[in-house]
């Protein structure tokens, strides 16, 4: 990817509307990989691993293990999976990281993009079919063994209600009513959430359940990182409610991880 | 064939600066006042959807007088300029100056290259993370920058406010203190009172995290006011 920037302020050129993407393709800046399949043979990327959400009573909880893998080792220990996207909704990537981190980069700048041009957010349907298309621009990666999928929250301000939308790899979007998790402790983490899981559930109690279900699929995982209490590395938990997004100090996440390890002693 | 009359180009350019003075002047001002935790930009507007004012980028804001399509124009450029630019290199790579520079080339080149001169004056405002790292720069008709201290005002009246901010301005204000001072200084050089639903305002402020832009709605400016 070139970094070479438009030194002035072009007015005349045709107006890619509000799309922070439409611009970058019209300056050639846009990100594309050329890559063969018999590169993707040989190439090891590192990869982002569990993630889940779930709604509860006000809005929606989003945790993410902190471990990158590559292959059988662990690539990174603290990698954030967990990202807000505006201040009204939060992203969370499993999947090849580089990618992943970059589609977030992306997203978080279309979004604000948006905004400014606008002066208005993009609805919480427009925003989530536009993480969809993204995830659709990646088909071609798909083929050389390079997935992405997010998962993907927000407060609706015109329906006051949290919604959560999971995705696949061909960017089919589903919105979910009630828990979804992704990544290679997915299932574990599913699990968890089944056997936990009520639609009335508080705040606190949804947070409690977020950081269990990552540290439930950590024992069965070896790709999921748990709570890690001698480097005191914990799960990123966020939220998003009426108020916006916000994050759960890491405080407490590890309080919450603590408890845990010890009742399981 | 008939050969175009010739004109000089003193008289060329003056007779554009007058015709986008004489548009400017028909326009309301704007003034931007640096209190104790930011910038305070306030703007006479009865509109609720067409702004004056808007947010460039985390600590950025544009404010522009004259002709709307024009101004937004480069309202619209500028976000592309810097989310680009941030979205290249980093977040803090966006700087004021470096736009205040590409708005000065552009309005420039306008100025001598166009059938029409833009009618507009603009307003570039950066907030730093310390009072002394906040700068104004305005960008005049034909290109002239301006880096203005502590207040400015752009726009048909902006010599009778300045020159009434001057007498007034003290640094340090809190916000409540500068939303009395800039709308005094409008009532003083208007001649009358300005109703609450008639003023756009916004702030940059460094208390309100990475996107520091955040609009006022009339029940603050009345309170603050009243």
Redesign the interface.
């Known amino acids: 990817m070139s ?1 070479d ?7 005349n050129q045709p ?1 890619p509307d509000a799309s ?1 993407f439409g ?2 393709r019209s ?1 050639d ?1 846009q990100p594309t990989w050329e890559l063969g399949p018999a590169d993707a043979q040989t190439l090891r990327a590192p990869e982002a691993t569990t993630i889940l959400a779930l709604r509860y009573a006000d809005g929606v909880v989003m945790v993410g293990d902190r471990r990158a893998t590559e292959g059988h080792t662990i690539a990174h220990r603290r990698m954030q999976k967990v990202y807000p996207a505006d201040g009204f909704s939060a992203v969370a990537i499993a999947g090849t990281a580089g990618l992943a981190m970059e589609m977030v ?2 997203f978080q ?1 279309e979004l ?2 948006y905004e ?2 606008e ?1 208005a957010r993009l609805s919480l349907e427009g925003k989530a079919n536009h993480l969809a298309r993204m995830v659709r621009q990646q088909l071609p990666m798909v083929f050389q063994g390079l997935v992405v999928v997010p998962l993907f929250c927000g407060y609706d301000e015109a329906e006051s209600v949290g919604r959560l939308y999971t995705y696949d790899v061909v960017g089919g979007r589903y919105e979910e009513d009630d828990y979804s998790a992704s990544g290679s402790g997915g299932r574990e983490a599913k699990a968890y959430l089944r056997s936990v899981y009520r639609e009335s559930l508080s705040e606190e109690e949804a947070l409690i359940q977020g950081v269990a279900a990552i540290a439930a699929a950590a024992e069965q995982d070896t790709a999921t990182g748990g709570p890690d209490l001698r480097r005191e590395i914990y799960s990123t938990a966020v939220m998003v409610n009426r108020d916006g997004y916000s994050e759960v100090p890491e405080e407490r996440v590890a309080e919450l991880s603590r408890d845990l390890v010890g009742e399981s002693e | 064939m008939t050969l175009p009359y010739y004109v000089p180009p003193e008289q060329l350019m003056k007779d554009r600066a007058e015709f986008a003075q004489k548009g400017i002047a028909k326009g309301r001002s704007i003034i931007a006042v640096e209190y104790a935790d930011g910038v305070l930009m306030l703007a006479e507007n009865s509109s609720r959807a067409l702004n004056k004012i808007g947010e460039i980028y985390d600590r950025m804001a544009f404010a522009g007088v004259g002709k709307y399509n024009e101004f937004e124009a480069l309202r619209v450029a500028g976000i592309r300029h810097a989310d680009l630019k941030g979205y290249s290199y980093g977040r803090s790579d966006v700087a004021a100056k470096s736009l205040a520079n590409a708005y000065s080339q552009t309005l420039a080149a306008v100025f001598t290259e166009s059938v029409k001169p833009y009618e507009i004056e603009i307003l570039i405002v950066e907030v730093g993370d310390e009072a002394p790292g906040t700068s104004l720069f305005r960008v005049r008709y034909d290109g002239t920058l301006v880096d203005e201290e502590g207040f400015c005002a752009i726009g048909g009246q902006e010599d009778e406010l300045t020159a009434t901010m001057k007498e007034r301005y003290e640094a340090g204000m809190d916000l409540r203190a500068a939303i009395r001072f800039a709308g005094e200084a409008f009532e003083a050089v208007e001649e009358r009172q300005i109703g609450s639903d008639e003023w756009e305002a916004a702030v940059l402020d460094r208390t309100n995290g990475r996107r520091m832009f955040r609009r006022l709605d009339a029940d603050e400016i009345t309170a603050a006011r009243s």
């Open positions: 970094l920037l438009p030194s002035g302020l072009p007015l107006a922070f611009l970058l300056h800046l980069k992306l700048t604000e993009h400014k041009l002066g």
